[in-house]
Structure formats: C-alpha cells, structure tokens
C-alpha cells in the first residue's frame, strides 16, 4: 500500500510538471504533499501501536480487549484526521507561510486545500 502511495505522488509530481506554469504547481503540490506527509505519519503512529497493543491482546487471550483498541484507534485516527482537516481548511490562507514567501505558491496551495482536507 505505500509502494502504490509513492507511486501516486510521483505520477502527481510528473503531471504537475506538464502543467502551464510547473514552478508554481510543482512548489504548491510539495507545500500539499509535505502537510498530508505529517498527517500521515499520526495515523503511521497510531496503526503501530495499535498493531502491538493488539497483538498483545491476543497473545494473552483477551479478544474483546483487541476488539475494542482496534475499534478505539480508528476512532480516534478518525477524529483526529476530521479535526486537522477543518484546521487546514479555517488556515488555507496562511498555511503555506510555513514554507515559502511567494504569493502566487500561496495561492495555489490556498486552492488546493480543498482537495488536501477530502484525501484525509
């Protein structure tokens, strides 16, 4: 699943450089592509704890106790994931500072906020 993942950012990264004005594109999809990395990597964290938690669960013969941290990580991933996606979309304007100075980059990133908020 992360080899396919990879493989999609970098067919995102060729199809961005084919576009009209591909250094503003391709600076606005990194600014996008580092964001939903850091997201990412909460759900990364939260999916190897749950593995151990869960595996120690079974290992010692508690199945409802598994049961109930799977069903407590993808409650919480879930919340976390809704709550960060409305942060970027409230500060789609001001997000992209973090990275660069430029106003048209800026822009574009504000546009693709949408779209980075949904793939959450």
Known sequence: ????????????VIIAGLLPNPEIALDSLSVCM?????????????????SVRVSNELGAGNPKSAFFSVWVVTGLSTTISTILAVVILCLRNHISYLFTDGEAVSDAVADLCPLLAITY
């Open 1 to 12: 699943m992360l080899c396919l993942e990879t493989w999609y950012f970098q067919v995102l």
């Open 34 to 50: 580092t964001i939903y990395g850091w997201v990412f990597m909460i759900s990364v964290g939260f999916n190897a704890a749950a």
